[in-house]
């Protein structure tokens, strides 16, 4: 539950790219979040948030969003998140038609080697026949593509730096407790010119308008972005921005996106934006939403008046000199 002591817009932690001071937005207690995904995700995840009574999120000037504290979900969580609703299956099928993959795809130069951070079964390499890929992503299932290293990225970056020509990072940076650090490892791979490529979950968004949503929630995304926190990113790493943009829905994400557009009640908008709390009203019109959306999918992927939401980056590590 929220207290609006705890929602006045008092500083606390600085922003986790650029240090400046950022505004807390809302807090909520672990208790409820964990009811969110017991009852909405058939997760517990009791055990991450041992000791933690509240998360807050706050908003930084750049227009991140982040939790704190930044509670990230571990390899035991994603095992049974992943097995319980098949989320891989969903992602394999609809592959070809990712548009983030296929946005990225078109920035790869002719040639280039590219790695693919956190790249689960190593999907992307299907929009590469242009190019060499290479996977990285130390829990890769025993079905992954053969390019595919079980590593982690601090240990892969510090034995090879500036071995490729693109890094690229597919609704990764969202999970990690450091972004900057994270792309910070990413710039360290590339070779001087190269490319660093990402996408992430837009804000505000879809994603952000669904009250109550776990997915949007720690363990599983402690950052929220857009074009204002990308840039700063970038400005932070020294890299020259290439490309900034939003991205439109891929088929894979349908259900959300129906959900979306069938909610009787959204999260509150700024200025006393809320996003999480007990309404019945917000739990009322879930539950409803979610069954016709379940219903629609079939007949229509994707609702015809769909808004984006990725965040996507391009951005140019400098040439030597």
């Given at each position: 539950m929220m207290t609006s002591a705890e929602t006045s817009g008092a500083v606390g932690p600085t922003c986790p790219i650029t240090g400046e001071p950022a505004r807390a937005v809302q807090s909520v207690s672990t208790k409820f979040v964990r009811h969110l995904?017991?009852?909405?995700?058939?997760?517990?995840?009791?055990?991450?948030?041992?000791?933690?009574?509240?998360?807050?999120l706050y908003e930084s000037p750049s227009g991140l969003m982040f939790f704190d504290p930044p509670i990230v979900g571990d390899a035991a969580f994603y095992?049974?998140?992943?097995?319980?609703?098949?989320?891989?299956?969903?992602?394999?099928?609809?592959?070809?038609?990712?548009?983030?993959f296929r946005r990225a795809a078109r920035s790869v130069p002719e040639g280039a080697t590219v790695i693919d951070i956190g790249c689960g079964p190593g999907l992307f390499r299907r929009h590469l026949p242009h190019a060499r890929f290479v996977g990285l992503d130390p829990y890769a299932g025993p079905g992954a593509d053969e390019t595919v290293i079980r590593e982690t990225l601090e240990r892969h970056a510090e034995a090879?730096?500036?071995?490729?020509?693109?890094?690229?990072?597919?609704?990764?940076?969202?999970?990690?407790?450091?972004?900057?650090?994270?792309?910070?490892?990413?710039?360290?791979?590339?070779?001087?010119?190269g490319l660093l490529i990402l996408a992430a979950p837009l804000h505000p968004s879809p994603l952000?308008?669904?009250?109550?949503?776990?997915?949007?929630?720690?363990?599983?995304?402690?950052?929220?972005?857009?074009?204002?926190?990308?840039?700063?990113?970038?400005?932070?790493?020294?890299?020259?921005?290439?490309?900034?943009?939003?991205?439109?829905?891929?088929?894979?994400?349908?259900?959300?996106?129906?959900?979306w557009r069938l909610l009787a009640r959204r999260t509150d908008p700024p200025p006393q934006a809320r996003y999480v709390g007990h309404r019945w009203s917000w739990h009322v019109s879930?539950?409803?939403?979610y069954a016709l959306a379940r219903l629609a999918v079939p007949f229509r992927p994707v609702p015809s008046d769909a808004?984006?939401?990725?965040?996507?980056?391009v951005a140019r590590k400098p040439a030597a000199a």
């Open positions: 995904w017991r009852f909405g995700q058939g997760v517990d995840v009791a055990r991450l948030f041992k000791g933690v009574k509240r998360l807050t095992a049974r998140f992943y097995a319980k609703w098949d989320i891989h299956k969903g992602l394999t099928e609809e592959v070809d038609r990712r548009v983030d090879n730096p500036a071995a490729y020509d693109v890094a690229t990072a597919f609704h990764v940076i969202e999970h990690v407790t450091d972004p900057l650090g994270h792309a910070r490892l990413m710039a360290k791979l590339l070779k001087p010119g952000t308008d669904i009250p109550n949503f776990p997915l949007n929630l720690p363990p599983h995304h402690v950052t929220w972005w857009n074009a204002g926190a990308f840039r700063a990113l970038a400005a932070e790493l020294g890299l020259e921005v290439v490309a900034l943009e939003t991205l439109p829905v891929s088929p894979h994400q349908g259900v959300i996106l129906w959900l879930l539950v409803l939403a808004p984006d939401v990725d965040a996507f980056l």
